[in-house]
């Protein structure tokens, strides 16, 4: 492949990824407007504990979601593949913008939202097993750290434009207007940006790793767990702590700077947002890094980093006042963070033949990050609840050190690489 094609291929699979977190997002950040349509009894609180639950079943359909769309992509290909992921993705998005509440349409309105948010959560779960190996296997050994790590880059480019959009329609709506269809707007619009990426998947390449791959030996799930136990046990260990030290620092950290710290939640939307700026920035130059280095390094430096500054870091952030320290403790702890979730689809892309690649993936990350980041802000709540927030510290630090031990005991995967076609 030229470096052009190489080129318009990530850009293709990117570009659907952004859309598809975007979407996802978009669902968190719109909650306070659209929780009282579709959730009219009790008060703000109830309402969006009810909207909290619906996230949390398309949070739980992702593991399906990576096993149904990682065995259809490693049958069909990684473009038929994510080219169906981005079109779930829209549909969830079109049917969320045109449902009417409660009051119009009676309990269908609640019914039909958490159908949408499971048919999201399917889509999501194939997401990100699928635009890993595509990434991995498109972007050619040379440089396969620098161009997979674009799949985070755009997965935290989905969450901050969701989070722009919303602020942009804030300035510029009145209160009444988002709440009445102000609302629906980000889920328009991400139907519509989903229509492109759909365009851009139909006409980007498929990979050649799937292409030299015979039909007789694309693999099942059957092959997956007898033939590569270790690799999916490699999968699940790394996906726990890291996939928990991700949500800890990018959804949870809004909330514990404003129950914790004391920040206003305008104060605490500009931390996270510039936060998740500069940890977006990092990503590229860790995974340019792990090209030179290796990947084993920089993982060490992520879950060691975590493991003993977990602690430090979030006493810090809750003990401050400060605009500034809070700002800088927690980009330096994504910073940390980004040496192992820029190089996060590469790693585990690398540990599997190309039968079996999507399906290892995505099915054993998407269990972890259901079990373990999917549940990190409620285990912290829970935890501050009882009056031992810190526990949550060791807790999370415990995870790291798991992690930590999964990679010591693993071969550096740039140098044992199961991705042997370029």
């Known amino acids: 492949m030229t470096s052009v094609s190489r080129l318009r291929a990530v850009i293709s699979g990117s570009a659907g990824n952004l859309v598809e977190w975007f ?8 909650a306070l407007y659209f929780a009282p349509i579709f959730f009219p009894k009790g008060d703000q609180t109830a309402q969006l504990l009810q909207s909290a639950a619906v996230f949390a079943v398309g949070f739980f359909a992702r ?12 049958r069909a290909g990684r473009k038929a593949a994510l080219t169906v992921s981005v079109s779930m993705m829209c549909a969830g998005s079109l049917v969320i913008a045109v449902t009417p509440g409660t009051a119009t349409i009676g309990v269908a309105a609640p019914v039909i939202l958490v159908l949408a948010r499971i048919f999201q959560g399917l889509s999501l779960g194939g997401e990100y097993g699928v635009s890993a190996t595509y990434l991995s296997e498109m972007a050619g050994q040379r440089h396969r750290g620098f161009w997979s790590s674009f799949s985070y880059v ?3 480019g989905g969450q901050l434009l969701a989070l722009a959009v919303l602020i942009v329609l804030q300035h510029t709506l009145t209160a009444d207007q988002m709440k009445v269809w102000g609302w629906r707007i980000p889920f328009a619009i991400g139907a519509t940006l989903a229509v492109v990426a759909y365009w851009l998947r139909r006409r980007m390449q498929e990979s050649q790793s799937f292409l030299q791959v015979k039909r007789a030996e694309r693999g099942s799930i059957r092959q997956l767990l007898i033939g590569y136990p270790r690799e999916v046990g490699i999968v699940l260990g790394l996906s726990a702590g890291g996939s928990l030290m991700f949500y800890v620092y990018t959804t949870y950290m809004q909330k514990f700077l404003v129950n914790t710290a004391g920040f206003s939640k305008d104060q605490a939307t500009e931390i996270s947002a510039l936060s998740l700026f500069a940890f977006m920035v990092a990503h590229p130059l860790c995974g340019w890094i792990s090209d030179k280095v290796g990947r084993r390094p920089m993982m060490l430096v992520a879950f060691g980093g975590a493991m003993l500054l977990t602690w430090p870091i979030m006493n810090g952030v809750g003990g401050t006042r400060s605009f500034g320290v809070a700002l800088s403790l927690i980009v330096a702890a ?8 820029s190089i996060s689809a590469v790693v585990k892309a690398e540990l599997f033949p190309t039968a079996v690649r999507t399906l290892g993936v995505a099915l054993p990350y998407a269990l972890a990050n259901a079990l373990f980041g999917g549940t990190a802000e409620y285990v912290a709540l829970w935890f501050k609840s009882i009056g031992a927030e810190s526990g949550f510290y060791v ?12 990679v010591l005991a ?6 044992h690489s199961r991705i042997i076609e370029d």
């Open 410 to 415: 693993m071969k550096d995967t740039r140098r």
């Open 154 to 156: 755009t997965l935290i």
């Open 23 to 30: 979407d996802w997002y978009t669902y968190s950040a719109a």
């Open 395 to 406: 807790y999370a630090s415990a995870l790291a050190a798991v992690s930590f031990g999964v």
């Open 63 to 74: 593991p399906v979601g990576a096993w149904l769309m990682g065995l259809y992509a490693d």
């Open 334 to 341: 994504l910073l940390i963070q980004s040496s192992y979730t």
